[in-house]
């Protein structure tokens, strides 16, 4: 009875043999590696990217403050969160009318420290600009500028005349003359012009309030009340 010699293929015969059959190999470790590493970078540029978007918008663009008194009110109650636009008195000129952020102009916050929205900020409205006479009263209690009486009822608080203080004030250059919203109780450019320090030097200002955006139930653009200052001649703007 005749036997055939079995023959026996080695691993790197059978190995051979698939390769020839067209089967790929498994991709290698340091492919994966490269891919999961690109998958890192993105996902980092994604979240750093509208972080630092959001920072130069905050720096250059973007002023938030907190109101702590009742000076604009209503327009702002306390507790309010606002945000400004810092380019406006910059890229765009200041207008009477504008509810602005500046700088305490000379040492008003010592009388009225409630007034201070952080960093020695007040928050106030544009009456009068550069050239402006800004007086009070006529005979109906109005303030007039340059001769024109303006009707301010669609801002003032309920129940407050234009103001209780006489005064006649001519806004000299770069500066502008200012009063809150609440006048019996904003402590304003009318209390400080027997301190030389009534009005508000431009480059003091910060930023033109644009929205009030915190509380949810607050959330309100902050309007342009222009047409109170349409017949008022002289500049209609001015820049820092």
């Not at 006479?133 to 303006?150: D, S």
Request: charged share 20%.
């Amino acid at each position: 009875m005749g036997f055939k010699a079995a023959t026996t293929k080695s691993p790197m015969h059978q190995r051979g043999a698939h390769l020839k059959k067209g089967v790929s190999r498994p991709p290698m470790h340091p492919r994966r590696f490269h891919r999961k590493k690109g998958s890192w970078i993105g996902w980092t540029l994604s979240i750093a990217i509208p972080i630092i978007a959001i920072l130069i918008l905050r720096i250059f663009v973007f002023g938030i403050y907190v109101v702590p008194s009742g000076s604009m009110q209503n327009t702002l109650l306390i507790g309010d969160h606002i945000l400004t636009f810092k380019l406006d008195g910059k890229w765009t000129p200041l207008k009477r009318g504008d509810v602005i952020v500046f700088k305490d102009p000379g040492h008003w916050l010592s009388q009225s420290q409630d007034d201070a929205i952080g960093g020695g900020f007040l928050v106030k409205r544009l009456i009068g600009l550069p050239g402006d006479t800004v007086a009070c009263c006529t005979a109906q209690g109005l303030v007039t500028i340059n001769g024109v009486p303006i009707h301010e009822e669609s801002y003032l608080y309920p129940g407050n005349a234009p103001s209780l203080i006489k005064f006649n004030v001519k806004v000299t250059p770069g500066h502008i003359f200012v009063m809150g919203d609440h006048r019996r109780i904003s402590a304003d450019s009318r209390y400080h012009l027997n301190e030389d320090d009534g009005l508000v030097p431009i480059s003091d200002v910060v930023g033109v309030v644009r929205l009030v955006w915190w509380p949810v139930d607050r959330w309100r653009y902050i309007g342009d009340p222009s047409s109170v200052y349409k017949n008022v001649g002289g500049v209609s703007g001015a820049y820092e």
